[in-house]
T-cell receptor, first 120, second 113 residues
């Protein structure tokens, strides 16, 4: 249980284009998901909290108009990087809260495999 | 601001030895802690968690110790195996209803055969 998937796993795009990344909870429903970005040899930095049926909550310094988040269903959240630039190249990881997971507590986040974005 | 940090950025051990990974946290309001393992190019994988009303919790080959007096968390891995090689992160939840986690810097564990 508590499996989270992401698609695509890797993507290359041209500067100025937009890229959509999907995060799915495969065998459970998730009212809350999170989006992180991670640079090489660094820790995870929370970008935003995705709430099903409502607007996402962004962390300080994260541009909400650049990183669009949509959580339209209980199993899917999407992150769209708009007008991507080379500095947006990073590893984007999502997580989901599974309140009924066999391991961990209600606060345990289960992570997807990540999406590596390269902007040329 | 308050953050979670690690004492050792890298740790190298021999196969079969026990490993200890340490983490210092500064938010005294944190009441829930998690250890994650991240292999290269993959997302973090849940290992074990502990609540602030406990000081020790054991799993399969892993033990987490919590010392609230000095705000210290550790992960012990028994009989370390090559497959344990990864980056290990501690994360804390400050108790808010938003369930947000703050991650530490990470420790790279290398297991030598």
């Amino acid at each position: 249980g508590a499996v989270v998937s992401q698609h695509p796993s890797r993507v290359i795009c041209k500067s100025g284009t937009s890229v959509k990344i999907e995060c799915r909870s495969l065998d459970f429903q998730a009212t809350t998901m999170f989006w992180y970005r991670q640079f090489p040899k660094q820790s995870l930095m929370l970008m935003a909290t995705s709430n099903e049926g409502s607007k996402a909550t962004y962390e300080q310094g994260v541009e909400k108009d650049k990183f669009l988040i949509n959580h339209a269903s209980l199993t899917l959240s999407t992150l769209t990087v708009t007008s991507a630039h080379p500095e947006d190249s990073s590893f984007y990881i999502c997580s989901a809260l599974d309140f009924w997971a066999d391991s961990g507590g209600a606060e345990t986040q289960y992570f997807g495999p990540g999406t590596r974005l390269l902007v040329l | 601001g308050e953050s979670v940090g690690l004492h050792l950025p890298t740790l190298s051990v021999q196969e079969g030895d026990n490993s200890i990974i340490n983490c210092a946290y500064s938010n005294s309001a944190s009441d829930y802690f998690i250890w994650y393992k991240q292999e290269s190019g993959k997302g973090p994988q849940f290992i074990i968690d502990i609540r602030s009303n406990m000081d020790k919790r054991q799993g399969q080959r892993v033990t987490v110790l919590l010392n609230k007096t000095v705000k210290h968390l550790s992960l012990q891995i028994a009989a370390t195996q090559p497959g344990d090689s990864a980056v290990y992160f501690c994360a804390e939840n400050s108790g808010g209803s938003n369930y947000k986690l703050t991650f530490g810097k990470g420790t790279l564990l290398t297991v030598n055969p």
